[in-house]
C-alpha cells in the first residue's frame, strides 16, 4: 500500500471509530479490498475489533468491506460478548470474595469503563484489576496464603486464582516515577480511596454490581495509567478511546479545573495537551469536553508511536520480547525509553532511577 493509499486508510479507520462511538454519522470513503484488509489489521492490532464491526454495521451497504471482513467481524463480536460475558461474571465473583475475606475494593479500568460505551459488550475486556485497602503486607500475606511464591511489583501482585482469568491485586492503582510526584499521588490516593470503594455500578444483562472509581478519580488514573504504559512499552489506541468515552461525560467546568490543578502538581500538563489532541483529532471530542488546550506536535508525535507499537506495545520493534529477563531485554528497554529524554526529561531519568530502584527493592524483599 502507498504512501497516499495508507494516509487515506488511517483517516478511514478513526472516522469509523467515531462513527461507532456516535461523535459522526456519515462515512466520507469508498475503499478497496487491500484498503480494508489493512483497516482490519489495524483494529486487531489496537484491541478495536468490536468498536470498529460496531462503525461497520452502521455503514450503507455500498461502503462496507467485503463479505471475508464481515464474516469475520461477526465471529469476533460473538467471542468478545462471550470473553465479556465470563469476565463481568468474574469480576462480580472476585469483589464479592474480597469482600467476604475483610477487603474493601474497586475493580480497576476494563468492566467499569466499557460502561461508557454505547455496547458495553463490544469492547475487548482484559484482565481483571483490582485495588484492595489494607496495605502491601497485608495483602501480600493474603496472597501467599494461596500462593507462596507470588512475585510482586511496586504496585500489584498476580493472583491467578481462576483458571484462565489474569488477576492484578494492587496495592495501589499506580505510580509516578520521580519521588516527589509518587508521594503526592499516592497520598492522594489515600484520600480519595474512600469514595472509590463505595462507588457501585451494575453490569450489563443483570450480572451484578461492582465497586469502580468515580469519574473524577477516572480522569487522573487512567491518564497516568496510559502515560505509564506509553514510557514502559507502548499504549494502545483502546485505553485513548477510554479516555475519550470518560471524557464524553458531563463534567462541570469546577471538575476539570480540579484535574488539571492535580496533572499539573505531578508535571503531566505537557503529556495532558498531546492526549487532548489525539482525543479532538482521533475521535472527534468536542472542545468543551477536553480538560486542556491540545497540542498538534505532541499529539502527533505520540499518535504515530501508538499506530506502529499497536495495543500496549505488542509491536514495538525497539524492544526484544523474547526473553523477558535477558540483558537484551532490559537494554533494549533502556534504550526505547532514553528516546524521550528530550521530550519528556523529568519522566526519562527518573524513570531510569525508579527502574533499577524497583529490581533491587523486589529483589531485598523477596518479592521476585
Known amino acids: 500500500m502507498n504512501t497516499s493509499s495508507q494516509e487515506k486508510t488511517t483517516k478511514a479507520f478513526f472516522q469509523l471509530l467515531r462513527i461507532a462511538i456516535g461523535n459522526e454519522n456519515a462515512f466520507s470513503y469508498y475503499l478497496n479490498d487491500d484498503e480494508w484488509n489493512w483497516i482490519w489489521d489495524m483494529a486487531h492490532r489496537q484491541a478495536l475489533t468490536g468498536i470498529v464491526f460496531d462503525g461497520i454495521c452502521l455503514l450503507p451497504q455500498k461502503q462496507r468491506p467485503p463479505q471475508a471482513i464481515i464474516l469475520k467481524g461477526v465471529a469476533a463480536i460473538q467471542n468478545i460478548e462471550q470473553a465479556n460475558r465470563l469476565l463481568n461474571r468474574y469480576s462480580v465473583?472476585?469483589?464479592q470474595k474480597f469482600q467476604k475475606e475483610g477487603f474493601r475494593s474497586a475493580i480497576l479500568?476494563?468492566?467499569g469503563n466499557a460502561l461508557w460505551y454505547p455496547n458495553p459488550m463490544h469492547r475487548m475486556p482484559g484482565d481483571i484489576d483490582i485495588w484492595l485497602e489494607g496495605g502491601r503486607e497485608k495483602i501480600m500475606a493474603y496472597v501467599r496464603h494461596y500462593f507462596p511464591k507470588a512475585s510482586a511489583r511496586y504496585h500489584h501482585v498476580d493472583f491467578p486464582i481462576i483458571k484462565g482469568i489474569d488477576i492484578e491485586v494492587h496495592f495501589t492503582p499506580t505510580w509516578m516515577s520521580a519521588y516527589p510526584d509518587n508521594r503526592f499521588l499516592q497520598k492522594w490516593f489515600a484520600e480519595e480511596q474512600e469514595a472509590q470503594f463505595a462507588n457501585t455500578v451494575t453490569l450489563p444483562e443483570n450480572t451484578g454490581t461492582i465497586p469502580v472509581p468515580t469519574p473524577a478519580f477516572n480522569r487522573i488514573f487512567l491518564l497516568i495509567h496510559i502515560y505509564r504504559h506509553f514510557f514502559d512499552e507502548?499504549?494502545?489506541?483502546?485505553?485513548?478511546l477510554d479516555y475519550a468515552m470518560l471524557l464524553n461525560q458531563s463534567t462541570t467546568e469546577k471538575e476539570k479545573a480540579e484535574s488539571v490543578?492535580?496533572?499539573?502538581?505531578?508535571?503531566?500538563?505537557?503529556?495532558?495537551s498531546a492526549l487532548m489532541h489525539i482525543l479532538q483529532n482521533v475521535f472527534g471530542i468536542e472542545g468543551k469536553h477536553l480538560l486542556t488546550a491540545p497540542s498538534e506536535k505532541e499529539g502527533d508525535f505520540i499518535l504515530q508511536e501508538i499506530m506502529q507499537n499497536g495495543n500496549f506495545g505488542q509491536h514495538n520493534r525497539n524492544i526484544n520480547r523474547q526473553n523477558g529477563k535477558s540483558a537484551s531485554y532490559f537494554t533494549s528497554k533502556f534504550l526505547y525509553k532514553t528516546r524521550f529524554l528530550t521530550r519528556y526529561p523529568r519522566e526519562t531519568i527518573w524513570g531510569h532511577v525508579f527502574w533499577i530502584g524497583q529490581r533491587i527493592w523486589r529483589w531485598h524483599k523477596r518479592y521476585v
Open 234 to 240: 507502548g499504549i494502545g489506541l483502546r485505553q485513548l
Open 261 to 272: 490543578r492535580i496533572l499539573k502538581r505531578m508535571h503531566l500538563l505537557r503529556f495532558t
Open 93 to 95: 465473583l472476585v469483589s
Open 109 to 111: 479500568k476494563g468492566q
